[in-house]
């Protein structure tokens, strides 16, 4: 059954969707009122990010007097976003779609997804950790979350917990020796599972630099500033204190073609306008990329994202 | 030894999980921006029942569970078994009841079922996709409301109840998703 047809068959169930409405809203309020920018960037890009593991959707634009061009539905606005900081917009944040191909259509993920990002100028990671905290307060509306039968305790702080103890505490090792192959397998058996225990959302920071595309490297340069915040085993948010060289970003950008080139995967041509934005002078800032759907999720008590959409991609392409 | 990818375990098969056959209730692959991608898996170990999760990469390779599936109908309950018959050997077998766990109210006699079998042990019951059950009890003047479509609840002949339409009455049909235990139509 359709969802469309499941709420004609029970109308109470629309009003699961006035929890997004009302995510949205919140996101809104609490930003603006914040006296950041709201952003609008395009969803279809000339040139797309590049990450290894991830795939893009292409199209093709062609214009009445035959002119082609190739077409990318964005897996993220932060491309665009960049390019409106080197321009000086300041402070700001975007609700878009966003789109990501060959990926397992799961609870925590849909072809079609919802994106939060925004950006804090002179700024690092750790103040983009707070503004995540009273968002996410705001946005549940108090300091207890039950969620599937579990209750989280949401009051500040929540715990921040550097990568390399996390590893050396409850794997035994030392992350820096670990691969990037290993890195997700030894994280996910031995260490999520203590967090866990924790009864809190908490945020894992500074990434061996390997791990760190956009971000920059810490004091000690083997680590960047990068963290990500987990609930309940659910990866909520990714963020990054910003690279702002743009040397080292194109270099980035080559190891990362590289790597696709080593795994058999389509090789794209690099944002040469993004390294161009950069070297004309980017603020010190921090951003962040966080799943709407999986907010909504988790404030509506859903246990999917599918649940929380009134076209889940499954349903769409009857998957 | 049949063997797979990490990367191509699916939700409802069987691998081997430590020496064990375990059955997928989960399976989720997880492409993290930067490095590798994984495979995170649910499991209920066939044997014990026990539950338990577990992440792999997606390359490492994972061996199969060999099971095999025969069609049998249901014939009934006997105690905290299940009995079920080959309808064309007439070979009688019994099944614990917590294979079939809360689908057990869409079992009616001679219902056709898909029985796994591995190394000459039943380990799990696959139900039709959906069944179609009669209704026993239904309230009687469900005070339609407002909105269009109401619901109501009413106990069909296993025991069980459903959500189905307020045109339904005692002694008609009703089809139901074994999944969601969704309502679907009415059958004349």
């Given at each position: 059954m359709r969802t469309w047809q499941r709420i004609k068959n029970d109308p109470n169930l629309i009003n699961q969707s006035l929890i997004r409405e009302k995510v949205i809203d919140g996101i809104r309020t609490f930003f603006k009122s914040g006296g950041f920018r709201e952003v609008f960037t395009p969803i279809m890009v000339p040139v797309p990010s590049i990450e290894p593991n991830l795939e893009v959707f292409k199209t093709e634009l062609r214009t009445s007097k035959g002119v082609r061009r190739d077409g990318y539905l964005i897996m993220s606005p932060e491309f665009s976003i960049k390019k409106l900081l080197a321009a000086g917009v300041g402070n700001c944040f975007e609700i878009t779609r966003c789109f990501r191909n060959e990926e397992e259509v799961s609870f925590l993920h849909n072809p079609e997804f919802t994106m939060l990002e925004w950006y804090r100028v002179n700024a690092d990671y750790k103040d983009i950790m707070k503004d995540f905290e009273h968002l996410f307060l705001d946005i549940i509306g108090k300091d207890k979350l039950e969620y599937q039968g579990g209750v989280y305790d949401l009051s500040l702080p929540w715990p921040r917990i550097k990568i390399a103890d996390a590893f050396k505490k409850y794997a035994k090792r030392d992350v820096l020796e670990v691969s990037d192959a290993d890195f997700y397998k030894i994280f996910f058996n031995e260490i999520e599972p203590e967090l866990l225990k924790l009864g809190k959302p908490y945020f894992i920071y500074d990434y061996?630099?390997?791990?760190?595309?956009?971000a920059r490297p810490c004091k000690d340069p083997r680590f960047a500033e990068r963290f990500e915040v987990f609930l309940g085993g659910v990866e909520l948010g990714n963020c990054f204190s910003e690279l702002t060289d743009a040397s080292e970003q194109k270099r980035r950008f080559e190891a990362d073609l590289a790597e696709r080139k080593k795994l058999g995967k389509t090789i794209y041509p690099i944002d040469t306008d993004l390294i161009d934005a950069i070297e004309s002078g980017l603020p010190e800032v921090s951003g962040i990329a966080v799943g709407v759907d999986r907010l909504v999720m988790l404030a509506g008590d859903f246990s999917s994202i599918g649940e929380a959409q009134l076209f889940p991609g499954k349903e769409l392409f009857d998957l | 030894m049949n063997t797979i990818n990490a990367g191509n375990i699916t939700k409802g098969s069987f691998i081997i999980f430590k020496g064990a056959p375990v059955f997928i209730t989960k399976a989720e692959f997880m492409s993290p921006g930067k490095g590798s991608p994984v495979m995170r898996i649910r499991f209920r170990n066939v044997q014990t029942g026990s539950a338990g999760e577990f992440t792999y990469k997606t390359g490492e390779i994972i061996e199969v569970a060999e099971i095999e599936k025969r069609e049998m109908d249901y014939l009934y309950r006997d105690g905290e078994e299940l009995v079920f018959m080959d309808p064309k050997s007439y070979e009688q077998v019994n099944i614990p009841l917590a294979l079939v766990d809360e689908q057990f109210g869409y079992l009616t006699q001679n219902l056709k079922c898909w029985i796994v079998w591995y190394k000459g042990n039943p380990i799990g019951v696959n139900l039709p996709a959906h069944v179609t059950l009669k209704v026993v009890e239904s309230p009687d003047d469900v005070a339609g409301n407002r909105i269009n479509a109401p619901k109501k609840s009413v106990k069909l002949e296993t025991g069980i109840d459903a959500q189905v339409p307020l045109f339904i009455k005692v002694g008609e049909k009703v089809m139901l998703d074994t999944t969601t235990g969704e309502y679907l139509n009415r059958v004349k």
């Open positions: 061996p630099i390997s791990q760190a595309s956009l | -």
